[in-house]
């Protein structure tokens, strides 16, 4: 109840103090203070990932000013001596609109990546566009090696994907999912949700596909831990992965000592706004996460 309350109201909340509250989770507006941030987690042993905000498009020039800022993304990257790692949502480059116009701009962005020796994650969204995401990776694969993609373990098809694509040595990036989904296509249960992610992990791990662990339920980190010991996989063969800010440092920091491989998602740019309301209005839940963390760094 208080997480919705917060929700219904966010329009009345000043949007500096939204910004306030953003600045924990976002690296800042523009290109050059997400490459500084990066360089400041890579100093501290992370690897990173960067995502420029923006999802959802509703016209074919917004999904192609998207591409132009991703090309500009690819470029400027591979002059900077951070990580060579960039994630992409499609519904910001028209997949929500067009097929066609989607795969040709995220074919653009990886043509030139892969010119620059960049991987791309193609990220996953809500369930209209999950068969066509893996659609777009599948094709773009078979020609750009560098890439990869996200499923999502509160789905019930993850584990057919999972399958299909780890039996094709894909690279996946593994999370809980955040969307809100019907209970005919989703887990609702957190405790099955944690089962169908281990679950999921195994797979990969057991078909030595190239997995990247996004959680950040210290359960999950003990469980896949456990997994990676148990099934003697090598650390080239696996990473895991958070988002910018959320107060695990003290648990990242300890699987980085380890020798473990952790990767920081790095999202910038000026939807910075439209980014937060959204996840919040998508998911209450977060609200008091966010909240209760502002103040929190363990």
């Known amino acids: 109840m208080f997480n919705k309350l917060v929700v219904a109201l966010m329009p ?14 976002i690296a800042g507006e523009d290109t050059a203070s997400a490459i500084k941030t990066c360089q400041e987690l890579q100093a501290q042993g992370f690897l990173t990932t960067m995502d420029i905000l923006g999802e959802s498009v509703t016209n074919e020039l917004q999904a192609n000013a998207g591409r132009e800022e991703y090309l500009k993304l690819v470029s400027d990257v591979s002059k900077s001596d951070i990580e060579k790692n960039i ?3 499609p519904t910001a480059l028209g997949l929500g609109i ?14 030139k990546a892969h010119e ?12 209209p566009h999950t068969s066509k995401t893996i659609q777009i990776y599948k094709r773009l694969r ?6 990869g993609t996200v499923i ?22 593994i999370c809980k ?13 957190s405790q099955e949700i944690r089962q169908n992610f281990v679950s999921l992990i195994q797979e990969m791990l057991s078909r030595k596909a190239y997995i990247g662990i996004a959680t950040h339920d210290l359960y999950l980190f003990d469980a896949s831990l456990k997994l990676i010991s148990d099934m003697n996989i090598s650390p080239e063969m696996y990473e895991f992965q958070a988002l910018l800010g959320v107060p695990i440092d003290k648990r990242l920091r300890e699987l980085v000592d380890a020798g473990h491989r952790v990767r920081i998602y790095v999202p910038f740019g000026s939807q910075w706004y439209a980014y937060s309301s959204r996840r919040l209005q998508e998911n209450p839940d977060i609200a008091g996460y966010v909240l209760k963390n502002l103040f929190i760094r363990n």
Request: proline share 2%.
């Open 12 to 25: 009345l909340v000043p949007r500096a103090i939204v910004k306030m509250i953003s600045n924990r989770y």
């Open 87 to 89: 994630s992409l949502k």
């Open 98 to 111: 067009s097929d066609k116009l989607a795969f040709d701009n995220i074919s653009a962005i990886i043509s």
């Open 116 to 127: 620059k020796g960049i991987f791309i994650r193609i990220d996953m969204e809500d369930s």
């Open 142 to 147: 078979a020609e750009f090696p560098r890439i």
């Open 152 to 173: 999502q373990a509160y789905m019930h098809r993850s584990m057919d994907d999972v399958e299909a694509i780890a039996t094709e040595g894909g690279n996946l990036r």
């Open 177 to 189: 999912g955040i969307y809100k989904e019907s209970a005919k296509i989703a887990f609702q249960d």
